[in-house]
């Protein structure tokens, strides 16, 4: 196996990817490198997710899972739900954690990626929910070419902050609020609610803005999105103090592009890792990309998911989280709470 180090990513190349052994190490480069390439993959999306669960477990946000698992039911899920089998559907033996993002439209007319093939701004999964280490592997299928991400780890900002910086930053707590899916201007309603559902399902939801992978690397969760602001400052302040954040992260530094071919495969932290799509690929719905996100715990013990969600100051249950939330949505959907 050999290593190549790209801008603020590494390359791995002459990797057997049907090797457990050297999938295994290639998943504790992945939890400590943040943005893996891998290209001339050739496996298929099966072996996509047996290579990430011998990583860790599946991981799927919190409302998608209740529903999915019919743990959130009723007239008022019945959307949720069906978008949610669009999207798995042509992975639908491997849907705990893995989806298609393409915009590939089924013969109902309904979108089976979460994405359309517009642009997306700078995000990371699960952006409101704070959680152990998860990874995606983001696999191009067919019809990529000519396509984009765009990649950025925090780690080597957060190493170069001065003093003052780093004192702020590692007391801050991020507040969320959903903004109606600013990331892109293309999403339909059906990929909205999914979009929600993974990035801020009900409003008042907290993470610490520093965080750090399996490995102990620190960076920050960047509120690209759904950003409220930061607990004990005000909206102004917090607004003119991610200004201040995102001028230290957007520099060509820090960033690493891939330019799209099929059969190849981007593994990418989202804990102090942001991706973004600059390219606009409309000329047809033929893109073909498929994710899978998992947690590294069977690598690292101490990066088991999380049984909580952080919620208005506290700390919530998940059980306790989905009923929140389903509250929310009852009232939205009927008039009324009950």
């Known amino acids: ?40 993959a050739n496996i298929d999306e099966k072996r996509l997710y047996e290579i990430q669960t011998k990583w860790g477990d599946p991981s ?16 008022h899920w019945k959307d949720m739900l069906r ?31 979460i994405f359309t093939n ?39 900002m ?21 903004d109606g899916g600013s990331m892109s201007k293309d999403l339909i309603p059906e990929q909205l609610e999914i979009v929600k559902a993974h990035m801020c399902p009900v409003d008042g939801m907290e993470c610490p803005l520093v965080d750090q992978t399996a490995t102990g690397k620190k960076g920050i969760k960047y509120p690209s999105h759904s950003f409220s602001h930061f607990r004990g400052m005000s909206v102004e302040e917090s607004v003119k103090y991610r200004k201040h954040l995102w001028s230290l992260l957007d520099k060509d530094e820090y960033k690493w592009t891939n330019n799209w071919e099929d059969n190849q495969i981007v593994f990418m932290d989202q804990n102090i890792t942001l991706h973004a799509r600059p390219t606009n690929v409309k000329q047809g719905d033929g893109r073909t990309m498929t994710r899978m996100i998992t947690h590294v715990n069977k690598l690292y013990e101490q990066a088991a998911a999380f049984d909580y969600v952080m919620y208005a100051g506290d700390k919530m249950s998940h059980d306790d989280f989905a009923e929140l939330v389903d509250q929310q949505r009852r009232k939205d959907y009927y008039g009324h709470a009950a």
């Open 1 to 40: 196996m050999k290593i190549t180090e790209l801008n603020n990513a590494y390359q791995v190349s002459d990797i057997d990817l049907y090797n457990d052994d050297e999938c295994l190490e290639l998943g504790r480069i992945v939890a400590d490198k943040c943005v893996v390439f891998v290209d001339k």
């Open 60 to 75: 799927r946000a919190i409302i998608n899972k209740y529903v999915f698992e019919r743990r959130l039911k009723g007239e």
């Open 83 to 113: 978008n949610m089998f669009y999207i798995t559907n042509e992975v639908k033996d491997f849907r705990d954690g893995m989806a298609r993002v393409s915009y590939k439209t089924n013969k109902r007319g309904k979108p089976t990626g």
């Open 118 to 156: 517009g642009e997306l701004d700078w995000h990371s999964d699960q952006q409101g929910t704070h959680e152990s280490q998860r990874v995606i592997g983001l696999m191009s299928i067919s019809d990529t070419k000519g396509s984009q991400t765009s990649f950025l780890c925090t780690n080597k």
């Open 158 to 178: 957060y190493e170069a902050l001065n003093h003052e910086d780093k004192s702020v930053i590692d007391e801050l707590v991020t507040v969320w609020a959903w």
